[in-house]
């Protein structure tokens, strides 16, 4: 375990490095960025380490993974970011510890999540993500609503019983105009957020960036990063 604590802690300050440079590159203050540690596929145990390393945000992609080590960890001072493709039906299960939905990107999803943030009798943030590889009216590959969409999924989220509204969440395209330009993408997603804001100003959380591509998103003005392998290392399995 001493192992493990002494491999993240190193990981982790290449990563703060990371973001402090970026950050005055861009003429930013380093606390005006928040670290994200995605967590997927990895075991409560690095959450715990994590958590004495002083991390407090973290990140799960599929209920299945993330419901029993939230509750495992559930001591621990964090707040539980759910970033994949969300399901209906396991909007319950997510309610249940996730303190942020990153992934909100449909009408049906916004009813369900408020229907059982309201039972639970909890608040939960929501952003609107937003697929950079959508046409008009599409939805991205990896989820998300076209830009177009954002605006009334956006005033949805802000009337439903249960939700907050906090802002937008992108994840750099790997097709369409976006492809290979993540600058240009996360520079978008600013200027989506900045429409937004006109009709919702508490709306000012920009989730943007990972491993590889933090500083650009630093740059474009993210006010979070999600960052998972430079952190905990190569994924032992994509499963």
């Given amino acids: 375990m ?17 973001i402090a440079a970026a950050c005055a590159t861009a003429g930013r203050g380093r606390d005006e960025v928040t670290l994200i540690v995605v967590t997927k596929t990895y075991p409560a145990s690095d ?18 993974d ?23 039906n396991k909007a319950r299960s997510v309610v249940g510890y996730a303190d942020v939905v990153q992934s909100v990107d449909r009408a049906r999803l916004v009813t369900s999540l408020s229907k059982e943030a309201v039972r639970a009798g909890r608040e939960v943030g929501c952003l609107i993500q937003v697929a950079l590889d959508a046409g008009v009216s599409e939805r991205g590959e ?4 076209a830009p177009g969409g954002v605006a009334e999924l956006a005033d949805l989220v802000a009337g439903a019983p249960g939700l907050r509204l906090d802002g ?10 976006f492809a290979g330009r993540q600058r240009a993408a996360f520079g978008r997603l600013m200027d989506l ?40 290392g190569v994924r032992p399995g994509l499963g």
């Fill in 47 to 64: 959450v715990r380490i994590l958590s004495d390393l002083g991390v407090r945000h973290v990140a799960e992609n599929k209920d299945q």
């Fill in 168 to 177: 937008l969440m992108t994840v750099a395209p790997l097709t369409g105009e």
């Fill in 193 to 232: 957020s900045t429409d937004l804001r006109r009709a919702h100003p508490a709306a000012n959380m920009v989730s943007a960036g990972m491993s590889a591509d933090l500083e650009e998103a630093v740059a474009a003005g993210a006010t979070h990063v999600r960052v998972g392998t430079a952190v905990l």
């Fill in 66 to 88: 993330a419901a029993p080590k939230a509750a495992e960890c559930s001591d621990l001072p964090l707040s539980w970011h759910f970033v994949g493709q969300l399901q209906t």
């Fill in 142 to 145: 990896r989820g998300g609503v």
């Fill in 2 to 18: 001493t192992d493990r604590k002494d491999e993240l802690a190193a990981n982790l300050a290449k990563v703060e490095e990371r």
